[in-house]
DNA sequence: TCTGGGGTCCTAGGACCC
DNA sequence: TCTGGGGTCCTAGGACCC
């Protein structure tokens, strides 16, 4: 017998992509936990229990869009027994690990792009599994029995089509869950290109959707066959490699290395409005010591801080203001009491009283890698205890929980704190939340 | 009463220089 | 009086993603 990727080179040098998405990710982390909620309508809802960020299939049946404020839906929840969970990002990120590990024995090229998506380079490897749509199975088996999460895969020799594979894998049944573009004739992969909008394309939004209408662009298929310089010219490069992509070519590699962050934020709507300086201050200091955190995690730091405080736009009745400062550092830093210092000094420019408050924010910008930092031939004002005392903080609060070792600014009324009234038990990552078997 | 929190990339246009 | 043109850098804002 030949060598099969001998005898077959030109197949195995194409590229071959699958995305692998788990469905209604929140929701199906908390099913993993409680079997009572399968087949219940629930929802997960964002931070401060705002709106609806993930829905269980019989929500959407019911016409609830993703965003949808919780209090706009009660009487529809009332009315159909739908369950609401706050969200719980301990649970959901430590799910998400072990849903890619189960991936990574698949296929060693893979790239995480979302806490509930991952990109594999196919390379040939699917012959090991019998082909793709086999190979998919496989995937789908392995997942849902180590980790209780439901997914779905979508193969094709572009990631923009195998984005469309996976769309379609999880809108008709008849996939099974896995979809192979590849398998497909062009009248077939046409036929099913010409029943969905264009926006379900990765990278047309609501607002390129409404340019492309006017251009008599309406389903996928219309985005496919259009000529892709026209699109150049007037949507630029994007959407042009988006065409490009639809059409087989593939102009997007995987990123396999995750590269750093260029900027940090922290910021959360207030659980309750604020009007004091003081409770501004707690909040700022709380973002600072989160943002300081992941500055470190990344080995960054950051040349310049910027701050802003917002009222609630909802808000009709009540007068509106809305700033925010940029302040270059005297020099970059990591350090989350220095990081602070300039944070309150911009807060107190910004700050007006007789406004009410309903979100206020940071974000670390400027951001460069630690073995750039060269000790400085001035005087530098950076305390050279700093990194250890950084380190320190960062250990303890690793193992006893965010803010167990925090700046006196930080406060300990924390009034503004987020709501999060019907969160789940950190089930995988905290030992005395550890879920039970009665 | 109650309306999320992150990120990225691209482009247009202004400032500035020669 | 004549009112160029090309290049770079930076920033703000818009669009997208999950």
Not at 296 to 306: P, T
Not at 398 to 416: H, P, V
Request: hydrophobic residues 40%; charged residues 20%; glycine residues 6%.
């Amino acid at each position: 017998m030949s060598d099969p990727a001998k005898s077959n080179p030109p197949e195995s040098n194409k590229p071959m992509f699958a995305l692998v998405d788990v469905n209604n990710f929140y929701v199906s982390c908390e099913r993993a936990f409680e079997p009572r909620l399968q087949n219940v309508p629930m929802v997960v809802l964002s931070n401060n229990d705002g709106c609806a960020v993930a829905r269980s299939q019989e929500v959407k049946d019911l016409g609830i869009k993703m965003g949808q404020p919780w209090f706009k839906m009660k009487d529809l929840a009332k009315q159909h027994g739908i369950i609401a969970y706050s969200s719980n990002y301990a649970l959901y990120g430590d799910m998400s690990n072990r849903a890619t590990a189960v991936l990574r024995q698949f296929c060693p090229d893979i790239e995480v792009y979302s806490i509930d998506e991952s990109f594999l380079q196919m390379q040939g490897v699917a012959q090991l599994y019998g082909g793709h749509t086999s190979m998919g199975q496989g995937i789908r088996q392995r997942v849902l029995q180590w980790t209780g999460l439901p997914v779905c895969v979508g193969f094709a020799p572009t990631k923009t089509l195998a984005k469309f594979a996976n769309h379609l894998a999880k809108k008709n049944p008849a996939f099974a869950g896995v979809c192979d573009l590849a398998s497909f004739d062009v009248s077939t992969l046409h036929t099913w290109m010409a029943q969905y909008d264009v926006t379900e394309v990765w990278g047309v939004g609501r607002r390129i959707g409404e340019r492309l209408r006017t251009l008599g662009v309406n389903t996928v298929l219309d985005l496919a066959k259009i000529e892709p310089k026209i699109l150049r010219t007037q949507f630029g490069v994007v959407l042009e490699r988006t065409a490009h992509e639809l059409r087989g070519t593939s102009c997007l590699a995987m990123e396999d290395v995750i590269p750093d962050k260029q900027q940090i934020m922290s910021s959360r709507s207030f659980g309750t409005p604020v009007q004091t300086l003081y409770e501004l201050t707690e909040s700022v200091s709380w973002h600072v010591a989160a943002a300081g955190e992941k500055l470190r995690r990344q080995r960054s730091f950051s040349g310049a801080i910027y701050v802003f405080i917002q009222t609630n736009r909802f808000r009709e009745d009540q007068k509106q203001y809305n700033a925010g400062l940029v302040m270059s550092l005297p020099e970059p830093t990591n350090d989350t009491l220095e990081l602070s210092k300039h944070a309150l000094r911009v807060l107190k420019r910004l700050y007006k009283p007789d406004f009410i408050y309903k979100k206020c924010g940071i974000m670390l910008l400027d951001l460069s890698e630690e073995l750039h930092q060269q000790a400085s031939f001035m005087v530098s004002s950076i305390d050279p205890r700093s990194a250890q005392k950084m380190q320190a903080l960062d250990a303890i609060n690793e193992r006893f929980g965010r803010g167990m070792i925090r700046s006196a600014a930080c406060g300990t009324s924390k009034r503004w704190a987020m709501r999060s009234e019907a969160r789940s038990p950190r089930y995988t990552t905290q030992w005395d939340e550890l879920p039970v078997a009665k």
